[in-house]
Structure formats: C-alpha cells, structure tokens
C-alpha cells in the first residue's frame, strides 16, 4: 500500500521545482523599479479638471466581493458598486428592500469573492448595458445595469462549487456561464455522504448556461452540462467561426483530492474543453435534458417598487454528454491552464497553463476538422479527447514564466500575462513570435485591453493588474492596497504610463469607452413611477401606523427636512420601519438616514427612491435622527426625534411636523 504523505514528499522534488520557483520569484523587486516612464507620460494619463476619462473601467474587488469603477486613462476611482458584500455607505444589504438581492438556499449570504467582469455583448462587441460579475464562494452571478450602476439582479448557481470559469457571455448575451472549480458529489443526501477518496467514482463537475431576459435583466439557468470530475478554471465564448461554441480550461484532470499542489500537477497536459452551446440549446430545446434537483434562488432589483424579488426554483435542467455525442470534446493543453481566451477572430484559442513554459494556440479550423476525422487520442471518463498535434495552430515559445491571461489588440496581437516572471509579453498570434515584453510591479494576474476579449478591441492601452505591491506606494502598515498598471499599447514597444492603487483585489477587469455607456445614465427615478407599497409621494402622504408590534413610518426627505419629524408613542418591543421616500427631482441629490442606536447601517436613498430601515429600539427616552449626506447649507438642520416610552406606555402613536406659526 502507498503511503500518501511520502508519496508526496517524492514527487514534489520533480513536480515541486517549478512551485519553489513559483514562490520565491513571486515579489521580488525587479532592479529597474523606476522604471523609465517618458517625459510626457504625465500628459498622456492627465484629464484636466472638469474633463472625463475616454474609458470607463470595471475592475474585480475579488475578496471584497464588489466591483470597482475607474476613469481611464487617469485611473481615479469613481464608484464602488456593491455586488456580493455588504455596503454599509448606501445601505446595500442592510436596508429591507436591498436584503433579498442576497438570499439564497443557505440564507442571507453577505460576501463572496468575485473576480470576472463581462460586459454584456452585442454582436461580439461590448454594448454598454450590463456587467457580469462572479461569486465565487456561494456560486453566483451577478448582473450590474450601467444605467445605474447598480446590481441589478442575482442568480444562485446549484450543482456549483466555487464558481471560477464564469461568466463569460455569448456574443448576443443569449447566455452567460458558470463552470465549477471544485468537482463535488453531487444528487440526493445519500449520493452526497460518500468518502472524499471516492473521488474519481462520485465527484462530478457542471458548466450551466445562464439566460439573462434582454428587457428586464432577470435571470435563469437555461441548461447545465454535468461533465466529469476536474477543476475548471476559466473560459471564453467562440465567435466569428467559433461562434456556438465556448471553451473551458480544465486542471486536475488526475482527479485528486488532497496536496493538490503536488497531485494535480502530475499529467503533462490538462484540457481545454470545447462545448457545442447552439447543440446544447437545441437538445434542452428539445427536451432531452433531464430536470435534476437544483434548489436556487433568482433575486432580481425591480425598479418601480425599488425592492428585491426573489424566485426559488426547485430544479435545473441537466444535459448528460455521454448520452448526446458531439456535446463536449477535450483538447489536451499543458499544464494546469488557467486563462482561456478566444482571439477577436474567433479562429484561436489560447490555453495558458501556470506551469507550462510554452503558449499553446489552438486552431477552431483544424479542432473541427479533428472533430470529423474522429483523429482522437482516446477518451476521458467517456469525453472524446482530440489529438493534441491536430488541433494545435502553433506554440509561442519562451514566453515566459507563469503565463495566466491573454488579451488582444485589433491587429492581431496578443497580451499574456506572466505571473511568475512579473510581466507581460507581446506576441503575434499568427506567427507566434514574441514581439515585445515589458516589467510589471509585482506579480500580475489578470490584464486588459479596453474590448480585449470580444470581437472588436479598442486597443489603446493594457493594464496589469498585479498581485503584489510592496514598495510602489507609501506604506499603510502590514495591508497595502493593491494596484493597476496602465501601459500604451499604440507603438511597436508597450510603455508604462500609470501606475494607479485599486480597492480589494483586482482579477479581471473590462473596459469600454465611455460614450457607450453613457447614453443610458439614470440621473434619478422618478417619483411619479415609485410603485414600492411603503411610498410617500408627497408630505401629505407621511404618517404613522402601528401593526401589533410593528411601526410602520412613511417618511419623506426634501432639501432640508424629514417629515415627519416628531414621533411619539413608539414602545419598547415595538419594531419601527422607517420607510423614508427621497422627493428630490434632481440629479445627484441623495438624502441619508441615520438613527442612534440602529443596529445595521444607514440607509442612502436616491431621488425618487424609497428604501427601508428597521430599527428595535433597546431603551427609553428621546432618540434622534437626522440625514448623513451633506445635501444643502440647512443640512445640519436636517433632524428628528422619536419618543420611545415603556412598553406599557398610553402615549398615543403619533408623527408630526411643527411649524413656527402652529400654536404648540
Ligand atoms: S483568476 S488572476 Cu479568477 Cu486569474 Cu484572478
Ligand atoms: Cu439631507 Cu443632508
């Protein structure tokens, strides 16, 4: 019998190598830290003041769990949009309407690590509407509307452990994916319960397709592919000629399940696996699929009663490809690939693998030809696996160390990203040579080139996000804010032009020029269409109603007062809403509310908007509260008080506004 743990101990000294390298190379201080940025760097990254950016660019908060916005090519923040976490600045999770957006079948879920923003596609290109966004750790997707800037809807992704590969968009946003990293037993309690050494019988992996409705954002799980037990890690839609296609990486395919870093690094080459989504869509169509138990949630932000909605489906209808030949084909790919990317003419696809020292290019041509050959190598768990040689349109050679990601210029260039080696390397995707290479500080993961993963890049620039940042900053104690790294990728040669601090940590990114986006800015909402239940469209409309234990406040904010101001007859035990409607008809006039001793956070609302607070008040007398934004000269006079007496009190329940002129 193997001893495991020795076992171990002798394959990490020939596996091991390029981990120690991995390692230790990771934050070392290339010598040339100041490195030369040209004289008019300054001016080719400067937007005068009252001047916009070109660019807007959505960055990962990663284990923040929200999305970042900035300008490029200035790299200033211009919004923190909460997705998966918890926003204690607007209230997002706290406040009644908002709490839904976050349930799911294990309850209220408040954080997730989020890395991959995907605009919303049409016709290949990034169209301005939406961004998707992964949840990693309770698997999720999350859709953001540009107009607002908000999220606008959530989908829970069943069957899903840790959902990496996502979420990735068809060119028309028909479907965006989920892909699982972690292969799991999946079905009934009992097929759950099984040994983690049963591995190889009983874990399985899923990839779902995710249908986003064009008008309303709302979404569901069209189909899911259950696929045998590997790790996938990332992946990109076909497009021109690949088009119906989409492409997976895949690692661990030595199915293990302990010391990962050493046992699932054995195999020479992983796979890309290429799934037919036009085939899939047309056996769900069909009906071939089976429906399978799913529980998940659909939480959508509806924009006339300003509140979550939440669906729960029972089930997911599964596609098996072992009983539909043609689904899903494997193309081996050295080694451990990570990034999986499609270039803009949708005939190349390109696997990096984290310790492979080549790139390999793979050819959709010659996978299609490879395809009706049947030139295979064998199979895996029942998947076709093609010949690597047929498939492969070239390998880019000495890359690099660590290749992870890989964006596209409109001339037939490609970016990849070098972890390990802290660079990035140019190189043409037909001839494969390497053209270019440049430092980055420190350690990059992702990168992006504004439209660099669609059909249409805009070029222009590539910016690294890097893992590492030791000493690009002042120091802030033992975190450092991690960071960006703007380059100019019109010449021949890239050129570091920015470097700029990011919030959480950055993954992927997008970017799309700004006069995309803006065409459908919401300024405010207007009042007239406020259907929440709770509104007050008017101060006449405020008022004051006990439903056993529950106070229900109907507030309204106008620059500089709440009305009502004065509350009294609330008891200790009560629960008391504050349901406070913002009249404001302007753009950029947001109200806040805060109370003392409210146990959850303030409440930010938009012109138009009504949101809730919910506060139990824990002792007695006179408790103010008052607005937080700094609306207008009175908004320090923007205040009330609530009078909460004993729980036997007779004070009868009362709200009131009192003007000068009343006779008190
Ligand atoms: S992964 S580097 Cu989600 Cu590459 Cu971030
Ligand atoms: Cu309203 Cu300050």
């Known amino acids: 019998m193997k001893r495991p743990l020795l076992t171990s101990s002798l394959l990490l000294g020939a596996a091991g190598a390029l981990f120690l390298l991995f390692n230790s190379l990771q934050g070392c201080r290339p010598r040339t830290v100041e490195a030369a940025v040209g004289g008019d760097a300054a001016s080719r990254t400067y937007v ?110 069943p069957n899903s452990a840790g959902n990496h590969s996502s979420p990735f968009t068809t060119g028309n946003s028909e479907y965006v994916v989920a892909g699982t990293r972690f292969s799991i037993p999946m079905g009934d309690e009992s097929s759950r319960d099984v040994p983690i050494k049963t591995y190889k019988e009983n874990f399985k992996g899923t990839v779902s397709f995710i249908h986003p409705d064009p008008e309303t954002g709302k979404m569901n799980i069209a189909f899911q592919i259950k696929t045998p037990g590997v790790n996938f890690d990332l992946s990109h839609a076909g497009k021109g000629p690949s088009e119906g296609w989409f492409f997976f ?64 489906y029972e089930d997911v209808l599964q596609l098996d490809p072992k009983e539909h030949p043609g689904l899903l084909y494997f193309m081996p790919c050295p080694k451990s690939p990570h990034g999986c990317d499609v270039d803009p003419s949708g005939k190349y696809i390109i696997g990096s693998g984290k310790l492979a020292a080549l790139i390999p290019v793979f050819s959709f041509e010659k996978m299609k030809a490879a395809i009706a050959a049947n030139d295979l190598e064998g199979d895996y768990d029942g998947i076709p696996v093609l010949k690597y040689e047929s498939v492969l349109h070239g ?64 070029g222009k620039y590539v910016v690294a996000y890097n893992k590492i940042t030791k000493d690009r900053y002042l120091p802030t104690g033992p975190e450092l804010s991690q960071s960006a790294q703007l380059y100019s990728i019109e010449g021949d040669k890239m050129e570091l032009l920015l470097d700029f601090p990011t919030t959480g940590e950055p993954h992927y990114a997008q970017a799309i020029p700004a006069d995309l986006v803006r065409p459908r800015e919401v300024k405010f909402f207007k009042i007239e269409e406020n259907q929440h239940p709770y509104a007050a469209k008017g101060e006449k409309e405020t008022r004051v109603e006990r439903k056993g234990k529950e106070v229900h406040i109907y507030m309204t904010t106008i620059r500089s007062h709440f009305a009502p101001d004065n509350v009294e007859g609330v008891k200790l035990g009560d629960e008391v809403y504050f349901h406070v409607t913002n009249l404001e008809q302007d753009w950029d006039v947001p109200h806040g509310f805060a109370i003392k001793g409210a146990q959850n956070a303030e409440l930010l609302i938009m012109p138009g908007e009504t949101q809730t607070l919910k506060w139990v008040p824990g002792r007695v007398g006179v408790v103010p509260y008052y607005c937080t934004d700094f609306c207008s000269a009175l908004h320090q006079e923007m205040q009330g008080y609530v009078r909460v007496s004993p729980a036997n009190s007779t004070v009868p329940l009362t709200a009131y506004t009192v003007s000068v002129d009343a006779e008190l």
């Open 395 to 458: 390998e880019v050679k000495k890359p690099g160390l660590g290749p992870l990601h890989t964006e596209f210029d409109a001339n037939g260039n490609a970016y990849t990203s070098m972890f390990v080696s802290s660079e990035i390397v140019k190189w043409n995707v037909q001839s494969l040579e390497v053209l270019d290479r440049v430092p980055t500080y420190y350690s990059i993961g992702h990168l992006m080139v504004p439209g660099g993963d669609s059909k249409k890049p805009w």
């Open 249 to 312: 990486s895949c690692y661990n395919t030595e199915q293990a399940y302990s010391l990962m870093e050493v046992n699932s690094s054995q195999r020479d080459k992983d796979f890309i696996m290429a799934v037919n989504w036009r085939m899939a869509e047309q056996l769900a169509r069909e009906g071939k699929g089976k429906r399978v138990p799913g529980k998940h949630h659909s939480n959508w932000w509806n924009h006339h009663t300003h509140s979550a909605e939440s669906t729960v």
């Open 48 to 157: 005068k003041p009252g001047a916009y950016d070109e660019f807007y660019n959505l960055v990962s908060g990663g284990f923040s769990g929200q999305v970042a916005v900035y300008g490029l090519p200035s790299g200033r923040l211009l919004r923190e949009i909460p997705v998966f976490s918890v926003d204690p600045e607007s209230g997002y999770g706290y406040s009644e309407e908002t709490k839904g957006m976050l349930s799911t079948t294990q309850g209220f879920i408040p954080w997730d690590d989020s890395h991959h923003p995907e605009l919303s596609q049409t016709d290949g290109v990034p169209d301005g509407k939406w961004c998707f966004i992964n949840g990693n750790n309770t698997p999720r997707i999350a859709l953001i509307d540009l107009g607002t800037f908000r999220t606008a809807s959530i989908i829970e992704i």
